[in-house]
T-cell receptor, first 115, second 114 residues
Framework: DTAVSQTPKYLVTQMGNDKSIKCEQN?????MYWYKQDSKKFLKIMFS???????INETVPNRFSPKSPDKAHLNLHINSLELGDSAVYFC??????????????FGQGTRLTVV | GDSVTQMEGPVTLSEEAFLTINCTYT??????LFWYVQYPGEGLQLLLK?????DKGSNKGFEATYRKETTSFHLEKGSVQVSDSAVYFC?????????????FGKGTHLIIQP
């Protein structure tokens, strides 16, 4: 069983559209994240969600919004897509109780291409 | 704020060569340090970690030692294989805890030639 799974793996869409990426983890973790990886492979955290608390990276446009229907899911909604949103988006999860030493488990990534 | 600096690639080596990828960090408190690996077309996988000064993390022949005095966590392997070709990320998690997520370096693309 895949620990952190996200769908779709590839997403091609036109500018201005609204799209969602789904993420599910079966590890029983209580913290989930979304990261963006740009064309130079640089990874930057976008959101973390833990026990109903949402922490947002201040550089993330408000067109991006995470939605968590339950502890095992954290979906990413993107409104009014722009060319610059093209990137690989990774979902991850970790166990908050493990504190600073908590490793994160990553999904396979979703390659978003905005045309 | 927290930051991680690692050598940028690509780093090209021949099979069985010795590998070092440098990583230094800036963080508040006592961070935990990680190396993640990303194989082509895949997500990130934890390679090794260290949670306190002088700890050595090791896995699959790779090692890294948490050096607080030099704020470094260099990745080493004695004899690399073609299958080690990947992008390697150094990362830290500071005393902010899990909800703040990991801070990553920019990644080092490693290419091993037969």
């Amino acid at each position: 069983d895949t620990a952190v799974s996200q769908t779709p793996k590839y997403l091609v869409t036109q500018m201005g559209n609204d799209k969602s990426i789904k993420c599910e983890q079966n590890l029983g973790h209580d913290t989930m994240y979304w990261y963006k990886q740009d064309s130079k492979k640089f990874l930057k955290i976008m959101f973390s969600y833990n026990n109903k608390e949402l922490i947002i990276n201040e550089t993330v446009p408000n067109r991006f919004s995470p939605k968590s229907p339950d502890k095992a899911h954290l979906n990413l909604h993107i409104n009014s897509l722009e060319l610059g949103d093209s990137a690989v988006y990774f979902c991850a999860s970790s166990r908050e109780g493990a504190g600073v030493s908590a490793e994160a488990f990553f999904g396979q990534g979703t390659r978003l291409t905005v045309v | 704020g927290d930051s991680v600096t690692q050598m940028e690639g690509p780093v090209t080596l021949s099979e069985e060569a010795f590998l070092t990828i440098n990583c230094t960090y800036t963080a508040t408190g006592y961070p935990s340090l990680f190396w993640y690996v990303q194989y082509p077309g895949e997500g990130l996988q934890l390679l090794l970690k260290a949670t306190k000064a002088d700890d050595k993390g090791s896995n699959k022949g790779f090692e890294a030692t948490y050096r607080k005095e030099t704020t470094s966590f260099h990745l080493e392997k004695g004899s690399v294989q073609v299958s080690d070709s990947a992008v390697y990320f150094c990362a830290l998690r500071s005393s902010g805890g899990g909800a703040d997520g990991l801070t990553f370096g920019k990644g080092t693309h490693l290419i091993i030639q037969p």
